[in-house]
T-cell receptor
Framework: GDSVTQMEGPVTLSEEAFLTINCTYT??????LFWYVQYPGEGLQLLLK?????DKGSNKGFEATYRKETTSFHLEKGSVQVSDSAVYFC???????????????FGTGTRLKVLA | EAQVTQNPRYLITVTGKKLTVTCSQN?????MSWYRQDPGLGLRQIYY???????DKGDVPEGYKVSRKEKRNFPLILESPSPNQTSLYFC????????????????FGPGTRLTVL
């Protein structure tokens, strides 16, 4: 079945450091790929997405490129800020088997802590 | 304001006492879903609904029931809660889903923290 694997955290960086959070996936169809962010005490919110191979999603300085050949969707940011401290989830949506419905699969989340 | 609301936000209950967590969205979304979030396991989908009267099991449906009688509401029912259902629950909705659709971004509620003693 479909799955999402992302690097375990926590990731601790100093302010203005470069960030990479790795995400790889397995899927039977042509999934859409997402990064969601969860700030303390809140629900998840969309950070960026890509719907087909070679698409690049970007938002708030974060970027991720849909790489079909390596089944990856790594999250990057050139210069992190303290306010970026949160938990980041990689996710996919894909056609579920023969039922014709769509399922969402989330990774386990990576906690990022940025120090001033 | 466009939003997904959940009630209650916090609930402590005892084993076997039936409970319902409500979820409502005001965005006329077709797709709604329930997840549970547990440390080290991320979010796991419990049930989802493609539209009114259309529901399907996610990855961890055991011990849960749902119904979708109206487009805006998608309650989660625990008929006989057990301690292993202690978790943080999220409801989410999206316009719809489809092949490479641009409308499948999910909007999440604030979460319900459930403790079953």
């Amino acid at each position: 079945g479909d799955s999402v694997t992302q690097m375990e955290g926590p990731v601790t960086l100093s302010e203005e450091a470069f960030l990479t959070i790795n995400c790889t996936y397995t899927a039977t169809g042509y999934p859409s790929l997402f990064w969601y962010v969860q700030y303390p005490g809140e629900g998840l919110q969309l950070l960026l997405k890509a719907t087909k191979a070679d698409d690049k999603g970007s938002n708030k300085g974060f970027e991720a490129t849909y790489r079909k050949e390596t089944t990856s969707f790594h999250l990057e940011k050139g210069s992190v800020q303290v306010s970026d401290s949160a938990v980041y989830f990689c996710a996919l949506s894909d056609l579920s088997g023969t039922s014709g419905t769509y399922k969402y699969i989330f990774g386990t989340g990576t906690r990022l802590k940025v120090l001033a | 304001e466009a939003q997904v609301t959940q009630n209650p936000r916090y609930l402590i209950t005892v084993t076997g006492k039936k409970l319902t967590v409500t979820c409502s969205q005001n965005m006329n979304h077709e797709y709604m879903s329930w997840y549970r979030q547990d440390p080290g396991l991320g979010l796991r989908q419990i049930y989802y609904s493609m539209n009114v009267e259309v529901t399907d099991k996610g990855d961890v449906p055991e011990g849960y029931k749902v119904s979708r009688k109206e487009k805006r509401n998608f309650p989660l029912i625990l008929e006989s809660p057990s301690p292993n259902q202690t978790s943080l629950y999220f409801c989410a909705s999206s316009i719809k889903t489809g092949f490479r659709s641009s409308t499948d971004t999910q909007y999440f509620g604030p979460g319900t923290r459930l403790t079953v003693l």
